[in-house]
């Protein structure tokens, strides 16, 4: 069973930088696509972002492109995304999320398609 941890959210003015960090409990998971959701309150659960297990393809939300950035490190075990210039609008209990695949290159868009979720932490942007 894998367990996912997401750690550094927190509160952060208009402009400002967080930096997400997920780690897998239980198990590596360099075999794994990784994404990052994120949840507002009223709203659906939405993609932000995600990553290959290769690390070689990426995507992101065009809400987040060219602020946010997804990497991995399959030898630390670890997932992060570095979110700058971030709006109000990004305020959202952020969800880190993985599925097992045998394709080194694919990406998962659908939250459906994740069968491992953290717990979630909260993103406060104040205007």
Not at 6 to 34: D, H, I, K, N
Not at 100 to 119: E, V
């Amino acid at each position: 069973q894998v367990r996912l941890v997401e750690s550094g959210g927190g509160l952060v003015q208009a402009g400002g930088s967080l930096r997400l960090s997920c780690a897998p409990s239980g198990r590596t998971f360099s075999s794994y696509t990784m994404g990052w959701f994120r949840q507002a309150p009223g709203k659906e659960r939405d993609i932000v972002a995600a990553i290959s297990w290769s690390g070689g393809n990426t995507y992101y939300a065009d809400s987040v492109k060219g602020r946010f950035t997804i990497s991995r490190d399959n030898a630390k075990n670890t997932v992060d995304l570095q979110m700058n210039s971030l709006k109000p609008e990004d305020t959202a209990v952020y969800y880190c999320a993985a599925i097992a695949t045998s394709d080194r290159g694919r990406i998962y868009y659908r939250q459906g398609d994740y069968n491992y979720w953290g717990q979630g932490t909260q993103v406060t942007v104040s205007s």
